[in-house]
Structure formats: structure tokens, C-alpha cells
């Protein structure tokens, strides 16, 4: 257990060497002690989504706020369906259950990104005179479809599940044609997000979506700040790759409905290798525009990850009030 001391320069310095550090510091913005734990598989705790999801829905939405979302611009999203992709294993957590249904802050973390997109968001483009996402589609395991099956009650007709397939890209089809079915033409735009991002921010969201209707695709990311080196058998360096050039990239990722079919065919019919969504785009050689994203939109992967993601959700709560 490693727990911060008050002096924020001394926490940074001590984690200077981490890979994680810009992720710590992001959520230090001011004086404050907490812990991060790093705990065992046997400790994660489970909760059942439905209840936790109705006590999470007596929280006041703007507690939840990013400090930068009041400063999002107007972007109408009437036409933008949104994927959630929640059919991943989470074999590197080392839990008993895939990540996206362990516990965050008292609800599964798939919830978070429900939330989000199904209240929140809307509730803040309302106040800005536009209209929230026309549909959402949740890409699930059939497994865990009966246990979120009151939640897609809830939402009557805007929240849907899909089935996944064998590779992303298929549990992408699968939730696309959910999608253009549900929404039929009101429905332009597909943001596809990861259920393991429960960190994504309204302005994120907003900026993307804007970049994608002025560009037809975008991304989020941000500069690369590890340096990386690129090794043809894994052993020997064979050259530094210059850090400028470099993204990592993170969800949601927004295509034009239109765009992303076409590029579906395209890697079918040659057989293509893609590893994300916008990678469809590039295939078509179509432009997609690199979105500044924060660092804080970290993917919950090993089990260190969901201790700093509640350590952002605690700041953001206090920044809050």
C-alpha cells in the first residue's frame, strides 16, 4: 500500500520513475492525502448493476462534472448514435469477472459510461439547446445480458444491447447494424467507446464529435510522452521512433455511419488487418482528424488502474462543490 503525502512536489518526484505518473499527477490538483491500494483479485468487489445503478442515479450529475466541461462548446448530437463496447474478458486483471463489471466507486465501471451517455451528456447539451444522442447500443456478452436487461428497461428504446463477435471489429459490425436499425437516419454519426474508459469527459466527447462533423472521422488522444523503440524480433533496438510523431490514441472514436460501412467492405473484401475503428477510415484512405484528449481518459487494464481512476473521480466530486 502506498499512501501521498501532502507535499505535491515530493509526490511526483517519488513517482517521477512510474509509468503511470502523468495519470497520478492529473488528479493532484490540489493538497490533499490519499491512498492508493494495490489490491489482490480476491479483494474486488462485485455489486449487482441494477441496484447500484438506481443508488447511482440519485447522484447530482454535475458532481460528476470534469472542472473543463463548462467550458465545452455547443454540438448538436441528435444524429450520433453511441457504441459501448463491453464483450471484453479482462484477462489481465486477474479478477474473476471481465474489468468492465468490477466495482468503481460503488457501480460497475461499464455503468459509468451508461451513465454518461444516456444522462449526463444529455442533461448538459439540453441546457445548451441541443439535442443528446439518438441512440445507444450496449455490445454485450448474452451471459450478462439478463442482469442489465432492467436498465435497458429503464431508457426505453434508446439503450439497446448487441452481441459481440470474435474480434473488435466484429462486436463493431454487430453494434453498427443495432444502430442503423434502432435510429435509421436520424442516426449520421457512430461514436464507438470502450466500457473500460469510464474516465471520458463531456468536453472530450463534445470535441470529437465536432472534429468528426467537420472532418467525417476523429479520434481522441494524446501525445505520446514514453519514448518508444521499434525491435523486429523483440531482442535488438532497430531505431527510436521520434516521440513528436506519436499518439496514443483513446475513445470514443466518431466516424460517419456512411464511412464506416463502406470501410467495413473494403477490409472484407481484401482481407485487411485493422486495429481500431478510424484504422477503417485510414483504409479508405478518408481523413481522420486527432482530437486532444486528457490523459485522465485512462483504460481500466491491470488492477493499479482502478485506484487512480477512483483517486480522478474523488477530485473531480471535490472540485465540484
Given at each position: 500500500?502506498?499512501?501521498?503525502g501532502n507535499n505535491k512536489q515530493?509526490?511526483?518526484?517519488?513517482?517521477?520513475?512510474?509509468?503511470?505518473?502523468?495519470?497520478?499527477?492529473?488528479?493532484?490538483?490540489?493538497?490533499?492525502?490519499?491512498?492508493?491500494?494495490?489490491?489482490?483479485?480476491?479483494?474486488?468487489?462485485?455489486?449487482?448493476?441494477?441496484?447500484?445503478?438506481?443508488?447511482?442515479?440519485?447522484?447530482?450529475?454535475?458532481?460528476?462534472?470534469?472542472?473543463?466541461?463548462?467550458?465545452?462548446?455547443?454540438?448538436?448530437?441528435?444524429?450520433?448514435?453511441?457504441?459501448?463496447?463491453?464483450?471484453?474478458?479482462?484477462?489481465?486483471?486477474?479478477?474473476?469477472?471481465?474489468k468492465q463489471f468490477l466495482t468503481?466507486?460503488?457501480?460497475?465501471?461499464?455503468?459509468?459510461?451508461?451513465?454518461?451517455?444516456?444522462?449526463?451528456?444529455?442533461?448538459?447539451?439540453?441546457?445548451?439547446?441541443?439535442?443528446?444522442?439518438?441512440?445507444?447500443?450496449?455490445?454485450?456478452?448474452?451471459?450478462?445480458?439478463?442482469?442489465?436487461?432492467?436498465?435497458?428497461?429503464?431508457?426505453?428504446?434508446?439503450?439497446?444491447?448487441?452481441?459481440?463477435?470474435?474480434?473488435?471489429?466484429?462486436?463493431?459490425?454487430?453494434?453498427?447494424?443495432?444502430?442503423?436499425?434502432?435510429?435509421?437516419?436520424?442516426?449520421?454519426?457512430?461514436?464507438?467507446?470502450?466500457?473500460?474508459?469510464?474516465?471520458?469527459?463531456?468536453?472530450?466527447?463534445?470535441?470529437?464529435?465536432?472534429?468528426?462533423?467537420?472532418?467525417?472521422?476523429?479520434?481522441?488522444?494524446?501525445?505520446?510522452?514514453?519514448?518508444?523503440?521499434?525491435?523486429?524480433?523483440?531482442?535488438?533496438?532497430?531505431?527510436?521512433?521520434?516521440?513528436?510523431?506519436?499518439?496514443?490514441?483513446?475513445?470514443?472514436?466518431?466516424?460517419?455511419?456512411?464511412?464506416?460501412?463502406?470501410?467495413?467492405?473494403?477490409?472484407?473484401?481484401?482481407?485487411?488487418?485493422?486495429?481500431?475503428?478510424?484504422?477503417?477510415?485510414?483504409?479508405?484512405?478518408?481523413?481522420?482528424?486527432?482530437?486532444?484528449?486528457?490523459?485522465?481518459?485512462?483504460?481500466?487494464?491491470?488492477?493499479?488502474?482502478?485506484?487512480?481512476?477512483?483517486?480522478?473521480?474523488?477530485?473531480?466530486?471535490?472540485?465540484?462543490?
Amino acid at each position: 500500500m502506498y499512501t501521498m503525502g501532502n507535499n505535491k512536489q515530493e509526490r511526483i518526484k517519488k513517482y517521477r520513475h512510474v509509468n503511470l505518473v502523468y495519470l497520478i499527477t492529473a488528479v493532484l490538483a490540489s493538497n490533499i492525502s490519499f491512498t492508493l491500494s494495490f489490491v489482490q483479485p480476491s479483494t474486488f468487489v462485485t455489486t449487482n448493476p441494477t441496484l447500484s445503478f438506481s443508488r447511482y442515479s440519485n447522484v447530482n450529475n454535475k458532481k460528476l462534472l470534469s472542472s473543463n466541461d463548462a467550458d465545452s462548446g455547443e454540438v448538436e448530437m441528435a444524429d450520433v448514435g453511441f457504441l459501448i463496447l463491453a464483450g471484453g474478458t479482462g484477462s489481465r486483471m486477474k479478477a474473476n469477472m471481465p474489468k468492465q463489471f468490477l466495482t468503481l466507486r460503488g457501480i460497475p465501471v461499464l455503468n459509468h459510461s451508461i451513465k454518461l451517455f444516456l444522462d449526463i451528456l444529455p442533461e448538459f447539451l439540453k441546457e445548451k439547446g441541443c439535442g443528446g444522442p439518438c441512440k445507444v447500443v450496449l455490445v454485450m456478452d448474452p451471459k450478462y445480458q439478463p442482469e442489465y436487461q432492467p436498465i435497458i428497461d429503464q431508457y426505453e428504446g434508446r439503450l439497446a444491447f448487441a452481441n459481440p463477435g470474435v474480434e473488435r471489429q466484429g462486436s463493431v459490425e454487430n453494434g453498427l447494424k443495432k444502430l442503423v436499425e434502432l435510429g435509421g437516419e436520424d442516426c449520421q454519426f457512430v461514436a464507438v467507446h470502450d466500457s473500460a474508459r469510464p474516465l471520458v469527459t463531456i468536453k472530450e466527447v463534445c470535441d470529437v464529435v465536432r472534429d468528426a462533423k467537420e472532418y467525417g472521422a476523429s479520434v481522441l488522444g494524446v501525445p505520446c510522452k514514453a519514448t518508444i523503440k521499434e525491435s523486429e524480433d523483440g531482442v535488438l533496438v532497430q531505431r527510436t521512433i521520434p516521440r513528436s510523431r506519436l499518439w496514443e490514441v483513446h475513445t470514443p472514436q466518431v466516424v460517419k455511419i456512411e464511412t464506416l460501412l463502406k470501410g467495413f467492405k473494403k477490409v472484407e473484401d481484401e482481407n485487411l488487418e485493422v486495429t481500431d475503428d478510424v484504422s477503417i477510415v485510414e483504409a479508405l484512405g478518408e481523413p481522420v482528424k486527432l482530437t486532444r484528449g486528457e490523459y485522465t481518459n485512462l483504460k481500466i487494464t491491470t488492477p493499479e488502474d482502478m485506484d487512480v481512476a477512483d483517486a480522478i473521480l474523488t477530485e473531480r466530486e471535490a472540485g465540484s462543490n
